[in-house]
């Protein structure tokens, strides 16, 4: 399969993903499911949401997909960090950045009020250290409200990501794609 620009291939990843030419895809931003099954209040599920069997899968075919010298920014379920670590890691991914995102809400309360979201810069390879790299902590100030998928991100944190750790002619993946954001 060749890779369009602009384009939406719906199915799951670990169908689609095995079709993508080896390292045609300069970079990789995803927000793929937590392994927490998150239900919130609406009811709405994330699907593969209560599993980890598409995790190591995937990420190896990211690895796969990704440029020589790329990077992948995932966010990930923290209560299952070691897996989401592990999976990483038997990929071939190299952990060079971890952000932490504090909202102004309470996603969810448990123990802990959540209040943050949490993500991992990859490296494959050695990529190019960026001119003007992004803090480790990005203000979440757009509330999205999860209109169109149950973890919707905003728009105004994934862009300054795309835009330090990718090309402006780069090909970008969400193998993950859930509202699409």
Not at 94 to 115: A, E, L, N
Not at 129 to 157: G, M
Request: positive net charge.
């Amino acid at each position: 399969m060749t890779a369009h620009r602009n384009t939406i291939i719906r199915g799951d990843c670990l169908t689609v993903l095995p079709q993508l030419a080896a390292g045609s895809v300069d970079f990789i931003l995803t927000d793929p499911p937590y392994l927490v099954s998150y239900r919130p209040r609406d009811g709405r599920t994330v699907a593969g949401d209560g599993t980890a069997s598409w995790l190591k899968p995937a990420f190896a075919e990211m690895y796969r997909v990704l440029k020589a010298h790329g990077y992948c920014f995932t966010f990930y379920g923290w209560p299952h960090a070691d897996r989401f670590m592990e999976a990483f890691r038997a990929a071939g991914f190299r952990p060079v950045g971890h952000f932490s995102f504090p909202k102004r809400y309470t996603s969810s309360v448990g123990h802990v009020r959540c209040q943050h979201e949490c993500a991992y810069l990859l490296a494959k390879g050695n990529p190019a250290k960026p001119r003007n790299p992004l803090s480790d902590v990005i203000q979440w100030k757009d509330y999205t409200a999860n209109r169109f998928h149950p973890t919707q991100k905003p728009v105004s944190i994934l862009l300054p990501i795309i835009e330090t750790y990718s090309n402006a002619d780069a090909l970008v993946l969400d193998p993950f794609a859930g509202s699409g954001s």
